[in-house]
């Protein structure tokens, strides 16, 4: 899939698309029913399924301490969205500037003179522009006058379903997993690059591989029970997310250890699929405290994934 960073990396073989326009957090099976509808109006006008997103999100820029955790990185987002048969990811850098860009110039400039969209797939309460007086009914108007034809992502919910990125935020909050894997159409995972950190794991003889959070708030933390995709193979294990209030103050991470692996896995992305919550994250009045924790911990988690063949 093509992915264009920025505005200015839009080409002139870029111009003709049906595109929709949003958030796409998690690619949930709501999303999943508008990308089929956008994969499927894209052929019958023999042009490209294209998505358009902002970076950051915009709530992100003007109340960043308000802003939801994200499901996602934009990487997993752009491997979700390929999957799906989307052609074309274009990613928009949401800045102050182009904030205060007119609901007029949004439309011409980019959807039309840049994008020249076919065909435009948004929800009826989408707003863009300054002071977000762009809306449904003005794209639709401005469709007729530049020749696209607008459609509300309402018309490809699922029947009697509530799929919503807040929704799935609010079932990880709970530890309604199950939940969270109906609304995915997959178990919830965390996908990230291993790093080398302080070894604290395996002085404690539970040696972890970490990866940084990339985000401002995680949408889940405690310690959970967990699958681990490597590029060697699938394996079992225990996972802490969150913060480390006994070691290392309020550092978003995770930290997983993996069952009866000795494997180098330093540098490699691995993917973290969450299957049980344990327990909250605790802080320990010492070390030995955490290391029975620890053991505890994953003989829970053994237990909980004992069901599960590999």
Do not use: W
């Amino acid at each position: 899939m093509q992915l264009v960073r920025g505005i200015h990396n839009i080409q002139p073989q870029d111009h003709g698309c049906v595109l929709t326009i949003g958030n796409f957090d998690g690619v949930h099976k709501g999303h999943q029913r508008v990308i089929a509808a956008l994969v499927a109006k894209a052929k019958a006008l023999q042009c490209v399924p294209a998505v358009l997103v902002f970076e950051p999100q915009p709530q992100e820029l003007f109340a960043p301490e308000q802003a939801p955790a994200r499901l996602c990185r934009l990487r997993d987002k752009y491997s979700l969205l390929a999957e799906l048969g989307v052609e074309r990811l274009i990613c928009v850098n949401f800045t102050r500037k182009f904030a205060c860009q007119s609901a007029e110039q949004f439309i011409k400039e980019l959807l039309v003179e840049k994008l020249g969209i076919k065909h435009l797939i948004v929800g009826d309460d989408f707003h863009f522009g300054k002071n977000r007086t762009g809306d449904f009914a003005m794209l639709s108007a401005a469709g007729k006058t530049f020749g696209f034809a607008v459609t509300d992502t309402a018309s490809y919910k699922l029947a009697s379903c509530r799929i919503s990125s807040t929704a799935i935020r609010q079932a990880l909050q709970d530890d309604h997993l199950t939940e969270v894997e109906n609304m995915l159409g997959r178990a919830y995972s965390i996908i990230g690059k291993v790093f080398h950190g302080d070894k604290r794991g395996r002085q404690l003889g539970f040696p972890t591989a970490n990866v940084l959070l990339k985000r401002r708030n995680s949408p889940l933390s405690g310690v959970f029970a967990v699958m681990v995709n490597t590029n060697i193979g699938v394996f079992k294990g225990v996972a802490n997310i969150g913060a480390r209030p006994t070691v290392a103050g309020v550092r978003q991470q995770l930290e997983v250890h993996i069952f009866d692996f000795n494997d180098d896995l330093y540098g490699q992305c691995i993917e973290v699929v969450i299957h049980k919550k344990l327990r909250q994250v605790m802080k320990f009045n010492d070390l030995d405290a955490l290391q029975a924790q620890i053991k505890l911990d994953s003989e829970q988690a053994k237990l909980a994934l004992k069901q599960i063949v590999i």
